[in-house]
């Protein structure tokens, strides 16, 4: 199976559905990790822009490397994903190239991040609009329309999950992702924020695994994209 990620940040992916791509990439999936931002403004540290997304771009393909995941980089400029002609191509391009089963993007019913919202909105049009012959992009149409998940919006604030995917097995791998961002982790989070991140990220998964009710230690969480044509009759069989 064919499992397509579209995220804005650099580290979306880690912090809302690594463990959840784990899973598909053990069992042999094939999995793309795309990501629109190149997160050029995501340091307090450095003076220029094209130096943060270089880190940003070598720490997004060194997590992708821990799961042989393919990575995309859209390279839009961080906090200016905006809905425009181009950026509806740019993304129907992505699921293109990607020719997923199965997609999963951020939450775009108003997370705290602009981007998100406006990236997880791209996503629900390409989905469709990717397998439409008049839309020229550089990669040819898809033929099927795939079933879409949103993941959680940070935190979990506001959001009533729909799918539980346990992820306790896979918790190592996902924190490893996340540490390969290092300029996330040991400096934005905490320069910008002031929170422990990795304890966030752990303690959501926790929390959400406590809903379950079952010996799951830690869940990731969805909501599917459930306007026509959902895709298929039974969406979370392509749950791993
Ligand atoms: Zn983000």
């Known amino acids: 199976m064919r499992v397509l990620f579209i995220g804005a940040h650099p580290d979306d992916c880690e912090f809302f559905c690594a463990g959840t791509l784990a899973k598909y990439a053990a069992r042999g999936d094939d999995i793309t990790i795309a990501i629109s931002t190149n997160g050029n403004i995501g340091s307090m540290r450095h003076e220029r822009k094209e130096d943060i997304a ?27 994903v905006i809905d425009s002609r181009q950026t509806r191509d740019m993304f129907i391009d992505v699921v293109r190239r990607a020719r997923p089963d199965v997609m999963f993007t951020t939450w775009k019913m108003k997370d705290y991040n602009p981007d998100h919202d406006i990236t997880g909105y791209m996503a629900f049009i390409a989905r469709i609009n990717s397998t439409i012959k008049l839309i020229k992009t550089e990669h040819p149409p898809t033929e099927k329309i795939p079933v879409m998940f949103y993941c959680q919006p940070t935190g979990g604030a506001n959001f009533i999950p729909e799918y539980y ?10 924190v490893a992702m996340w540490m390969a961002h290092k300029s996330q982790n040991e400096e934005w989070a905490d320069d910008m924020f002031h929170v422990d991140i990795l304890k966030m990220m752990k303690d959501n998964c926790a929390y959400f695994a406590n809903q379950t009710g079952s010996s799951s230690k830690y869940s990731e969480v969805f909501r599917l994209c459930n306007t026509f ?6 969406p979370h069989k392509l749950l791993p």
């Open 229 to 234: 044509p959902i895709g298929a009759a039974e």
């Open 54 to 80: 270089a880190i940003r771009h070598v720490e997004a393909q060194n997590a992708c490397d821990i799961i042989g995941a393919k990575l995309i980089w859209m390279d839009i400029d961080d906090e200016y």
């Open 165 to 174: 995917v346990d992820v306790t097995e896979t918790m190592d791998t996902k």
